[in-house]
């Protein structure tokens, strides 16, 4: 039985054998083929390499090279080749006002929409009446604090409209029709305004235009402040107030009025002009509002001294002479070549005596101790 046994095992051990000797036969003719096609595809690659060209830069021993100029005709013309990527900028992006000259259209500092203490406000007007001298509001524009629009309307003016003025306003017969009355768009605007700060470029003229009255103290205009303003050009001591498009550029890096004008940019301009003189302008303001507030004071203090206390404290007045040369010199100055009044007639002299002087006389003579002395 055991030799049965040890036959049979190795009978299989050596059909194993056989089976081993097979599959190592087939895996290296497997390896065969595969490195046959390796071969192939690595002598296809090496013609491809030799066939394609190659760049590379100049060198001392190569000056020139056929494939560096035609690599500089590819990068002249714009393309980088097919796999060239492109950069990504990774510094600050600029805004979407962006114009020529690394200068900027105004925009909104921040999305904030909100009512502000601060606004600014600039209008557009059209010519009306026969000489379209006469202008007439037909758009308003209020900003916030931020720069952006709180109230952008145009306005339908009561008269008919004889000049557009577009090359300047903008403005064309396509905008007005539809157009909210003056009067609504008047009192829309009135009420945003009051208890408000209102800056401007020219706000005379805009609160003409609106036929709206705004306390001066409560108004900021940038064609007036000081600082802001130019010597006029013949001289003579004389200031001129300048242009908002110079402003801005000088002062803000900002350009503005490119043809027509847009009364939101120009609102922004101005706006951001008073904040950066901010701080100045307010602390000139209430150093000349002090002065004029000692002056009333001490104006107020003379009067009511005048007046109570003249009299007991024998203040002088001036006498009607005095009052006449004033009154000259007021008139030659203003150009008034009429003659002074002449001075009034001295009063006559009294011709009656006070009664009892004689008598006064006498006994002033006849002394009251000289009778005592003759009488003794």
């Not at 006449?324 to 009294?350: F, I, L, V």
Request: proline share 6%.
């Amino acid at each position: 039985m055991k030799q049965k046994g040890e036959k049979r095992s190795l009978d299989s051990s050596a059909k194993g054998g056989k089976h081993m000797k097979d599959n190592g036969i087939a895996k290296k003719r497997k390896k065969r083929r595969r490195g046959g096609t390796n071969k192939k595809k690595k002598e296809e690659e090496g013609e491809k390499k030799s066939t394609a060209t190659v760049v590379g830069m100049p060198t001392r021993h190569n000056p020139t090279n056929s494939n560096w100029d035609l690599m500089k005709q590819v990068l002249s013309a714009g393309g980088g080749g097919a796999g060239s990527k492109k950069r990504k900028f990774k510094g600050k992006k600029r805004n979407a006002g962006a114009v020529k000259d690394d200068t900027f259209s105004p925009t909104a500092k921040r999305e904030n929409r909100q009512e502000t203490r601060i606004v600014a406000l600039d209008c557009e007007m059209v010519g009306v009446g026969e000489s379209s001298s006469k202008s007439a509001l037909a758009r308003v524009v209020v900003v916030n604090y931020y720069g952006n629009v709180l109230i952008d309307s145009y306005c339908l003016p009561r008269e008919r409209v004889t000049d557009y003025r577009t090359r300047v306003s903008g403005i064309r017969a396509s905008n007005l029709k539809g157009a909210p009355p003056f009067e609504l768009v008047q009192k829309r605007v009135a009420d945003l305004l009051r208890d408000k700060l209102v800056v401007g470029h020219a706000l005379k003229n805009d609160f003409k235009a609106l036929q709206i009255k705004h306390p001066k103290q409560e108004m900021r205009d940038t064609a007036s402040y000081a600082p802001l303003r130019a010597d006029a050009p013949d001289g003579g001591g004389r200031i001129k107030s300048r242009a908002l498009k110079e402003l801005a550029a000088e002062h803000l890096g900002l350009e503005i009025q490119h043809g027509e004008h847009s009364p939101v940019e120009d609102a922004r301009a101005a706006l951001y002009l008073y904040q950066k003189h901010r701080r100045e302008w307010e602390r000139s303001l209430q150093q000349v509002s002090k002065k004029s507030s000692a002056n009333k004071k001490e104006t107020k203090k003379d009067t009511l001294f005048k007046e109570v206390f003249g009299e007991s404290v024998g203040v002088e007045e001036k006498s009607r002479k005095e009052k006449e040369e004033e009154k000259q010199k007021r008139r030659s100055r203003r150009g008034d070549r009429r003659p002074p009044s002449p001075p009034p007639p001295p009063p006559p002299p009294s011709s009656q005596e006070p009664k009892g002087g004689d008598e006064k006389k006498e006994s002033s003579d006849d002394g009251y101790g000289l009778d005592l002395f003759v009488n003794e």
